[in-house]
T-cell receptor
Framework: DQQVKQNSPSLSVQEGRISILNCDYT??????FLWYKKYPAEGPTFLIS?????DKNEDGRFTVFLNKSAKHLSLHIVPSQPGDSAVYFC???????????FGKGTKLSVKP | GAGVSQSPSNKVTEKGKDVELRCDPI?????LYWYRQSLGQGLEFLIY????????KSGLPSDRFSAERTGGSVSTLTIQRTQQEDSAVYLC???????????FGSGTRLTVV
């Protein structure tokens, strides 16, 4: 029973264009959401997060949008750069304690 | 240390043997997590330690898996009688209490042959 779903295993975009990565969740009790980025042979690294009291959080080229009614969040990368090529994991948790629940990841390829 | 350190980075073992995987978290991080990533899968939660509290073992897939955390710092994940389906990358992460911003290690790639 997957509580966090990333339905697109891969995404390819042209350098300079927008990348949009999507994530859906089923547990309405989740109140904190994060995106992690993973390069091959490395551990995931924290990218950006959003609390359920907000619907948008922006950090440089990265923006996360949260639609609570649809239980959907998305990560926008503008403009996309070849160095953004990695696997992106969506994660969610309930409260401030406990473990993150991760999606299966989306592999982003940004072509020069 | 500066980051989360895991050892070994790679481990090949024969089916039926026991293995131990080690994790050195960031100093001062009271929370420690073990996840694994099997081929084509996401990050699967295994176990979570928070301070002196009893660990959350709800993600351990079978009783062949166990973990301990000594002195609130180093953690060891033990897999007994390894099976081929245990082959995966085992990732350790640590964080400050009350935050979801984990710092992950580079993982241990376990291959059971």
């Amino acid at each position: 029973d997957q509580q966090v779903k990333q339905n697109s295993p891969s995404l390819s975009v042209q350098e300079g264009r927008i990348s949009i990565l999507n994530c859906d969740y089923t547990n309405s009790m989740f109140d904190y959401f994060l995106w992690y980025k993973k390069y091959p042979a490395e551990g995931p690294t924290f990218l950006i997060s959003i609390s359920s009291i907000k619907d948008k959080n922006e950090d440089g080229r990265f923006t996360v949008f949260l639609n609570k009614s649809a239980k959907h969040l998305s990560l926008h990368i503008v403009p996309s750069q070849p160095g953004d090529s990695a696997v992106y994991f969506c994660a969610a948790m309930r409260g401030s304690q406990g473990n993150l629940i991760f999606g299966k990841g989306t592999k982003l390829s940004v072509k020069p | 240390g500066a980051g989360v350190s895991q050892s070994p980075s790679n481990k090949v073992t024969e089916k039926g043997k026991d293995v131990e995987l080690r994790c050195d978290p960031i100093s001062g991080h009271t929370a420690l997590y073990w996840y694994r990533q099997s081929l084509g899968q996401g990050l699967e939660f295994l176990i979570y330690f928070q301070g002196n509290s009893a660990p959350d073992k709800s993600g351990l897939p079978s009783d062949r898996f166990s973990a301990e955390r000594t002195g609130g710092s180093v953690s060891t994940l033990t897999i007994q009688r390894t099976q081929q389906e245990d082959s995966a990358v085992y990732l350790c992460a640590s964080s400050l209490a009350g935050t979801a911003r984990y710092t992950f290690g580079s993982g241990t790639r376990l291959t059971v042959v």
